[in-house]
């Protein structure tokens, strides 16, 4: 049977990928210029920014299949398994984005950490998608365990906007406003912007190829089980047979 | 009867029964305030950190009170006849009810521990604020608990799970309560005016999270196996 | 009180299926059971027993097959079987820190009865006054069992479906047990339980189906007392 997740979809999207993205390390590392401020340090951005997008675009993702299985009775665990997939490899894209902002913090700054809203907002989002992963890797019936990582989901789409806001208004006490933002006082010719822009592109077709991959796994996975009803149902009416009480 | 007071009088009936609140939780809240003292060892900083670290005191006796709230309806399996007899986010509501009873009770006596261990005063003026403060963020900390420990209520490591889902979530109802609480207690920071304004944060967050507590918990309760 | 069953009939399964995790609990089964009856559902451990029960009580989705329980169909709405049905598992669903009373109460406020009816319940499973005003965490195993019947009966549940109701009780609360099943059908409920005792002398049930491998195998109608 069909043990290869790859169709000539995701080759080629993962074909165009790697070309989109050995250009945007080419033009990163060597075609843009240098900040006039930070220096080479700017470079950073060039992974970070895409990151984040992806972060957020793997949050979205996840809560429109989530809200889809919740809505739709018959595709439940199709689409619980594309929200599970997203946040596997959104929850991998946000530990980027946290590294690669702390990176460029360091760098620019000198410190790992500043409680600017972006950057906490995104901490907040990674801690609530561990958790999410935490309540899917529950041994149970895949039909509750869709209903409750559905549920907490989109409770997620409630949270995350009302945790950015109250941090929004948390440091507006503290009057830093965007000083510490590293990409606040960058300027972006023409070049850095279509590198930027070429990234964030990259790095969405690198989202979807492992997305689709991940979610035909899983749905390997749960086939194995579906197919064999039948031949179950045969066996387990058999353990009746011979030993009918006369 | 009304269903919701029902419920909510069972769970305050059972708790009145079997003190749990009152001979353990209330030790171990007043405990963190303590402990809390003994880490930062400045009474300077504790003076000005009081009101964050009241709210924090809560948030962490809210997961002892929410367990017990649940491994009284899962222990015996009464959850399934409950979910027989009353619609489901009445029975969100009941529980939600009698949590935030004894959550409004802790909170007093992790205000007045504050009073009494960090030293701090409260005028006059202020004390419609700090009344306030407590009912609407104790209001929020009961749905978001009853909502989240209905996610975990029987599952094995719950105990460890829900603070891991739940405080997340909380993050900005400890903000709004602790700026608000800092300006009830008198902070030079934040004035009255700016703790109303995160009074109306405190608000907002309940009545959300109370509405999607209210519908989330038909499909959470939803038996497959 | 009678039944208000437009059908008459309690439970009516055509080829039931009930896959959970991949596995046929329930491997096809047919059932047909009216309103009123007094009905023992006997098999070893694993034969489906437990399955078919929270079929009937709506906590499991129907895979494949017809199922239809109080008139409601279970493929397309089993919520809506619960309030109608109850389910006494191998727990009893007893608050352990309330007496017998308050639990009953309790749920006779939930559906809106009244004293007299609790009062009426506690009477008719034989609880008296001082076990009512006992704590549940404190009443023996027979006790709570009784308990539970009251809720049962508190509920006007129409459907009673109980999982090995007798285990854990001596001879003498069995026959007490009996004795409280057959009463309940009198009053217009239909009661079907899950055994897997073997022909228990004194045990009058007028029907008994047999399940094997997730199916019905025997289906005995008996007379008087004793079984064939």
């Known amino acids: ?246 | ?225 | 009180m009678t039944s208000f069953v437009a059908s008459g009939t309690a439970i009516s399964l055509s080829g039931a299926v009930v896959a959970l995790r991949g596995f046929p609990a329930l491997a096809g089964v047919d059932m047909t059971i009216a309103c009123g009856e007094l009905v023992a559902l006997r098999g070893g451990n694993g034969t489906g027993k437990s399955t078919l029960l929270r079929l009937c009580a709506g906590l499991v989705p129907l895979t494949r097959g017809q199922a239809t329980v109080l008139d409601v169909e279970l493929g397309k709405e089993r919520a809506h079987v619960r309030h109608l049905v109850g389910l006494m598992g191998h727990r009893n669903g007893l608050y352990a820190d309330l007496t017998a009373r308050e639990n009953v109460q309790f749920v006779a406020n939930l559906v809106g009865a009244t004293h007299a009816d609790v009062d009426a319940a506690l009477q008719r499973l034989g609880i008296d006054a001082r076990v009512a005003a006992t704590r549940v965490a404190a009443l023996s195993a027979g006790q709570r069992r009784r308990t539970a019947l009251a809720i049962l009966v508190v509920r006007r549940a129409q459907l009673w479906l109980l999982d090995e109701p007798h285990a854990g009780l001596d001879a003498v609360a069995r026959e007490e047990l009996d004795v409280i099943l057959r009463d309940a059908t009198r009053s217009g409920a239909t009661v079907v339980y899950a055994t897997h005792e073997v022909d228990r002398p004194g045990l009058a049930t007028p029907r008994t189906i047999t399940l094997q491998g997730g199916r019905v195998v025997s289906d005995e109608q008996s007379l008087g007392r004793g079984t064939r």
Not at chain 1, 144 to 168: G, K, M, W
Not at chain 1, 190 to 203: C, D, I, N, Y
Not at chain 2, 140 to 148: D, E, R
Not at chain 2, 188 to 198: E, R
């Open chain 1, 1 to 246: 049977m069909h043990d290869m997740t790859g169709t000539k979809t995701t080759r080629a999207i993962g074909i165009i990928a790697l070309l989109v993205t050995a250009w945007v390390v080419i033009s990163a590392f060597f075609i843009t210029p240098a900040d006039q401020v930070q220096g080479d340090s700017v470079r950073i951005m060039y992974a970070h920014v895409p990151t984040a997008w992806i972060a957020y675009l793997a949050f979205i993702t996840t809560a429109i299949a989530s809200g889809f299985s919740l809505a739709r009775r018959h595709r439940t665990l199709g689409f619980d398994r594309v929200a599970g997939a997203s946040a596997e490899v959104g929850v991998l894209f946000m530990a980027l984005t946290l590294i690669t902002g702390s990176l460029w913090g360091r760098l620019t700054w000198g410190t790992f950490w500043q409680w600017d809203p972006r950057l906490t907002t995104t901490l907040f989002l990674f801690v609530t998608y561990v958790g999410y992963l935490a309540v899917r890797r529950i041994d149970g019936d895949p039909r509750q365990r869709a209903r409750r990582s559905s549920v907490i989901a989109l409770l997620a789409v409630l949270e995350i906007p009302l945790v950015h806001f109250s941090v929004v208004l948390w440091r507006s006490l503290h009057q830093e406003a965007s000083v510490l933002n590293p990409d606040g006082d960058v300027r972006l010719d023409g070049l850095m912007l279509f590198t930027l822009f070429s990234g964030v592109v990259a790095f969405t077709l690198i989202f979807a190829w492992l997305v689709i991959h991940r979610q035909r796994l899983m749905a390997l996975a749960d086939l194995d089980r579906v197919v064999g009803l039948d031949a179950a149902i045969s066996a387990r009416r058999a353990e009746g047979i011979g030993s009918a009480a006369t």
């Open chain 2, 1 to 225: 009867m009304n269903v919701i007071a029902v419920i909510a009088k069972k769970d305050l009936l059972i708790e009145w029964r079997t003190r749990t609140l009152m001979a353990r939780v209330v030790p171990f809240a007043l405990l963190v305030l303590v402990m809390f003292a003994v880490a930062l060892d400045s009474e300077p900083l504790l003076l000005r950190a009081a009101a964050g670290l009241v709210w924090l005191a809560l948030l962490f006796s809210t997961m002892l009170v929410v367990q017990r709230s649940f491994d009284v309806e899962t222990q015996d399996g009464v959850l399934d006849t409950l979910l027989a007899c009353a619609n489901p986010s009445r029975v969100f509501f009941g529980k939600a009810t009698a949590l935030f009873v004894q959550l409004f009770a802790l909170g007093v006596v992790l205000v007045v521990g504050a009073v009494v261990l960090y030293g701090v005063a409260i005028s006059g003026d202020r004390v419609v604020l700090l009344v306030t403060v407590v009912v609407s963020a104790t209001g929020g900390l009961a749905v978001v608990g009853t909502l989240y420990g209905a996610v975990v209520a029987n599952l094995i490591g719950r105990d460890s799970l829900l603070p891991l889902l739940v405080l997340p979530v909380l993050a900005p109802l400890l903000i709004a309560a602790s700026r608000s609480t800092e300006a009830a207690f008198g902070s030079n920071t934040i004035d009255v005016a700016n703790g109303w304004a995160w009074v109306g944060v405190l608000v907002v967050y309940a009545v959300v999270f109370g509405s999607a507590g209210a519908l989330a918990f038909a499909p959470l309760t939803e038996s497959d196996a």
